[in-house]
């Protein structure tokens, strides 16, 4: 992690900033999971009060790859001159062109911005402060809760089934950012299940 060579101050508004900070209204519509998502400008939105009043701002960076992806750093500024880079957040171009790259690239900004800060989308149902709290599996977008069942998926061929739905739903709607995070989740959770399936490990004692 890259960061300034103190943070004393900056960790300090940062804290009283996430005090301060609600949740990002789910106000775009996820037409292929028939949901609502908070997208970028609604992360934007919830941070931009917080920020403010404590001397805080943040700028995104996209490095370069020879890979088809996009590569984003949110960095987070103080006023002090201190500073903290929060990671570099990788995703795959589904397609080559400009809408590909666009697409991923938004994706990216929302996804590393809402880690950065621990901004987490919001149910805008006007009841927020009397009823409980959602649970996080419920706060999450389409998108998020498939790769939480494709990342926890307990066999291949619970992979396989989950992928697929997925997969068909985001094709849908012409969502390529979706299906190749989609397919990049399957490859490396199939690569964890691979060793320890049922299926593989008999198949590996009759060799």
């Known amino acids: 992690m890259n960061k300034s ?5 900056l960790a300090t508004a940062l804290a009283k ?3 301060q900070i609600k ?17 970028l400008a609604s992360v934007v939105e919830a941070i931009r009060s ?3 009043a404590n001397g805080l701002s943040y700028i995104q960076s996209v490095e370069p790859s020879d890979k088809d992806e996009v590569r984003v750093e949110t960095t987070i500024l103080h006023s002090s001159g201190e500073w903290i880079g929060c990671g570099v957040l990788a995703l795959p171009v589904s397609k080559v062109d400009a809408q590909g790259y666009g697409s991923a690239l938004t994706y990216a900004r929302r996804y590393s911005l809402s880690a950065a800060t621990g901004v987490a989308p919001e149910d805008d149902d006007g009841n927020a402060a ?3 709290k959602p649970s996080l599996v419920k706060k999450m ?7 939480l069942v494709i990342g926890v ?5 619970d992979l396989q089934a989950c992928f697929t739905e997925s ?10 950012a979706a299906m190749t995070i989609f397919t990049a989740a399957k490859n490396k959770r199939k690569a964890e299940l691979s060793p320890k399936d049922p299926f593989v490990i008999e198949m590996e004692a009759n060799q």
């Open 17 to 19: 900033a996430q005090g």
């Open 5 to 9: 060579e103190s943070i004393k101050e």
């Open 167 to 176: 997969y068909k739903a985001a094709q849908a709607v012409d969502d390529r």
């Open 153 to 157: 998926a307990p066999t291949l061929k």
């Open 141 to 147: 977008d389409g998108v998020e809760k498939a790769l």
């Open 50 to 52: 917080a920020f403010a």
């Open 130 to 132: 009397t009823v409980a």
């Open 23 to 39: 949740g990002a209204v789910k106000d775009s519509a996820n037409p292929f999971f028939k949901s609502k998502y908070a997208d």
